[in-house]
């Protein structure tokens, strides 16, 4: 082979190399480190908020501010009960997130649905999950006072209950610091407004690191 034709040869050569390099670089720098979705209701699908003020969104801004390469899924579905929830876990799951946090019963209690249905879908839920080897969140809820104290007891139990039995975190009320105050809720008293979001997440966030560890 002659140097006429070597030379254009390993010019080609070291521009492939190059384009090599750069696609490498580029799928790496989009690449993500940790997949969390979030499974839940109105209170996490953002219900009455702007565009990313919800908590998916807010969760999302705050742990990757330290330059990491967090993506939060947004799976809450307004209205949904833990039935509902169990229901859609399978296509919840088609991006294969590493991490699941479980938002739902809120709306079980307000329509005095069994506790014990409750139980058995997020310990059905949790089972799943945890066959496929994701990390558990379990994001507890309390019961509304208006069905008295023995309903309370009963739905309240459920979920320091299943975490204990599966032997995952839990973060024992969702709405901790929010619920109850007018300032942080919209009108209809149950959803929190951006700013109440926020303190959801601050309180939250050391739960969420701790399952990612």
Request: proline fraction near 6%.
């Amino acid at each position: 082979m002659g140097f006429g034709l070597l030379n254009p040869l390993m010019s080609a050569l070291r521009f492939v190399l190059f384009l090599v390099l750069v696609n490498t670089a580029s799928a790496n720098e989009g690449k993500t480190d940790f997949t969390i979705l979030v499974l839940g209701d109105s209170l996490s699908a953002g219900y009455g908020l702007n565009q990313g003020d919800g908590f998916p969104e807010q969760l999302s801004s705050k742990i990757n501010e330290k330059k990491n390469n967090i993506k939060i899924i947004n799976a809450g579905v307004s209205g949904d009960t833990t039935q509902g929830g169990l229901a859609r876990l399978n296509w919840a799951l088609v991006d294969n997130p590493d991490m699941v946090i479980v938002e739902l019963g809120a709306n079980d209690g307000l329509r005095g649905l069994d506790p014990q249905l409750m139980e058995q879908n997020l310990d059905q839920m949790i089972t799943q999950l945890k066959k496929r080897q994701i990390k558990v969140l379990l994001a507890g809820m309390l019961a509304p006072p208006n069905y008295g104290d023995v309903y309370a007891q009963e739905f309240n139990s459920v979920y320091p209950r299943l975490a204990q039995k599966h032997d995952v975190t839990l973060y024992p009320f969702f709405l901790e610091g929010v619920a109850g105050d007018p300032k942080l809720n919209l009108p209809d008293g149950i959803h929190p407004t951006k700013e109440g979001i926020a303190i959801i997440v601050e309180r939250i966030l050391p739960y969420v690191e701790k399952v990612m560890r």
